[in-house]
């Protein structure tokens, strides 16, 4: 079956301590991005990635890191969370561009206490 | 903002009910699509409109584009219980080689 996965889910964190939330995609599609949604702010971009070892700035890019060594994978790395990245989260993946038909994960939802 | 704005915010229907919401953008598109987003779940994909087209169907759901009004509509037919989520346009805006989300409809069909 067709799709991107995430984990966790779930994650209650505290102040400053470094998370990966992973994300993976079984389409072979080239564009991957992280967005997080927040009430009334609708869905921000933090980072995507155009194909393997290339990535670049969303619109949030403060806070985030990511890598793209393979493929398949694009993990989401908040290496000292704070309060403010409390969020959910959603990785996504497309054929080759932003513009094609995104392909979302079920979300993470995270809290950072 | 760049955002496609979606109206209403929030719509409360019966089944059986059509529900029509609207999305408007500020600038010239390549296309706009509409994604569907269970309570807390991913988006997904319902529909692409190119600008050159002016009305797509898949089902249900019926899609107009105006490109001189710079508005979308997205109509659900004979709604069910299940068609209760949010609704989001997406705008691939030219020459900006990215997909803007709006704020998108909530939608409850009530039994």
């Known amino acids: 079956e067709a799709q991107v996965t995430q984990n966790p889910r779930y994650l209650i964190t505290v102040t400053g301590k470094k998370l990966t939330v992973t994300c993976s995609q079984n389409?072979?599609?080239?564009?991957m991005s992280w967005y997080r949604q927040d009430p009334g702010l609708g869905l921000r971009q933090i980072y995507y990635?155009?194909?393997?070892?290339?990535?670049d700035k969303g619109d949030v890019p403060e806070g985030y890191k990511v890598s793209r060594k393979e493929k398949r994978n694009f993990p989401l790395i908040l290496e000292s969370p704070s309060p403010n990245q409390t969020s959910l989260y959603f990785c996504a993946s497309s054929f080759r561009r932003q513009t094609d038909t995104q392909y979302f994960g079920p979300g993470t939802r995270l809290t950072v206490l | 903002s760049q955002q496609g704005e979606e109206d209403p915010q929030a719509l409360s229907i019966q089944e059986g009910e059509n529900a029509t919401m609207n999305c408007s953008y500020k600038?010239?598109?390549?296309?706009l699509q509409w994604y569907r987003q269970n309570s807390g779940r991913g988006l997904v994909h319902l529909i692409l409109?190119?600008?050159?087209?002016r009305e797509k169907h898949s089902g249900r759901l019926r899609v107009t584009l105006d490109t001189s009004k710079k508005s979308s509509s997205l109509l659900i037919t004979a709604s069910r219980a299940a068609d209760t989520a949010s609704y989001f346009c997406a705008t691939d805006l030219t020459g900006f080689q990215k997909l803007v989300f709006g704020t998108g409809t909530r939608l409850l069909v009530s039994p």
């Open positions: 389409m072979n599609h080239e564009y």
């Open positions: 990635s155009m194909n393997v070892e290339v990535t």
């Open positions: 600038t010239s598109i390549n296309n």
């Open positions: 409109i190119r600008s050159n087209e």
